[in-house]
């Protein structure tokens, strides 16, 4: 005969609580003190009990679960906030739901399908643009809603500042002695999300106001390693070298850096590179970037819709995360005969 799988009254029989604190307990809600908390986690481990997601729904009106919303889930800073978020979710007891809805039409498909009604209890988007139509959207589904990477007054949002973000590493490349300065962007494509064009329109006006002439943007034609090796052959075909490079991401910066490579051409020694993001390949190749905090910011994210589920409440906030600027060895001063 198959042995009966725990319930929730065996756990709370365990623990000696009621089978309402088991469940708060279990789901990270507040009211509970840490020493019953950790009493009934370790009755529950003890008897190997799993909650019904079923179950629990239909007893709470909850589903147990958090849709999370990317445009490009296998690019780094994605897969890296989605990990930050994730943990946090699962230690709180919930599952995750991903859509991964990549350019402009499948977003716009997503938001017009809308599949997230009564399949979960809160929302994270990651720096996806939205006009007025589509937050009405997403707002319809009446849960909270917290956005990654980008500001909207109607949601609480977690994001870094772009402006000074740019600032930070011009303003290395310039206290170097750098006034040839090109920027390498990403895909056309990525115009779509608000923290490229930011970092564009931000790198004009602090080089245009200080730089030779209007500065140059180089997009590149596809995202990641790829598009940065393009982005450096364009800038290797002109008729001057810049003395330096801000890459828009590291990614951009680490094809750049193999392009520059190949060709001949010494970093930092006729060329200084900088990216942001501190990707973990940054420091292997020695480069110099503005590290943007991204799995804190998944996981800041993720604690606000807890609270907001635990509360009640839908109050937007606005949090603003720092950036550092990280010196390693793709950027030096420029050479007297550059």
């Known amino acids: 005969m198959a042995q ?34 950790l009493r009934v986690l370790e009755a529950a481990a003890e008897l190997a009990y799993v909650a019904s997601p079923a179950a629990s729904g239909l007893r709470s009106g909850r589903t147990g ?159 990641g390693l790829e598009g940065g090796a393009q982005a450096a052959e364009r800038i290797l075909s002109g008729r001057s070298l810049p003395t330096a490079v801000f890459a828009e991401y590291d990614e951009l910066a680490f094809g750049a850096l193999r392009t520059l490579a190949l060709a001949g051409i010494s970093v930092p020694g006729q060329v200084s590179v900088v990216g942001v993001d501190d990707h973990d390949m940054a420091s292997v190749v020695d480069l110099t970037t503005v590290a943007q905090p991204i799995r804190q910011q998944g996981a800041a994210a993720a604690r606000i819709l807890l609270e907001d589920l635990a509360h009640g409440t839908h109050e937007p906030r606005d949090v603003v995360l720092p950036t550092r600027l990280v010196v390693r060895g793709s950027t030096a001063p420029p050479r007297l005969d550059t």
């Open 65 to 223: 679960a958090v849709g999370v919303v990317v445009p490009h889930v296998t690019r780094w800073f994605f897969a890296q906030a989605v990990a930050g978020a994730e943990r946090v979710l699962r230690e709180a007891g919930f599952d995750v739901l991903l859509y991964n809805v990549g350019g402009r039409a499948g977003r716009e498909r997503f938001l017009s399908e809308m599949p997230l009604h009564r399949r979960v209890d809160a929302v994270l988007v990651l720096t996806l643009p939205l006009d007025d139509a589509q937050t009405d959207q997403l707002q319809g589904v009446g849960v909270p809603v917290v956005s990654i990477g980008t500001r909207n007054e109607r949601f609480s949002s977690v994001r870094i500042d772009e402006t000074e973000t740019v600032r930070s590493a011009v303003r290395h490349l310039r206290l170097l002695g750098h006034e040839r300065m090109t920027m390498v962007a990403g895909p056309p494509e990525d115009l779509d999300f608000v923290a490229a064009l930011q970092r564009r329109r931000v790198f004009t006006e602090e080089v245009g106001d200080h730089g030779h002439g209007a500065p140059e943007v180089i997009v590149a034609g596809a995202p």
């Open 4 to 37: 009966r799988r725990a319930g929730i009254l065996d756990v709370a029989r365990l623990a000696g609580v009621s089978p309402a604190t088991v469940s708060r307990s279990l789901r990270g809600l507040p009211k509970v003190s840490e020493p019953t908390r």
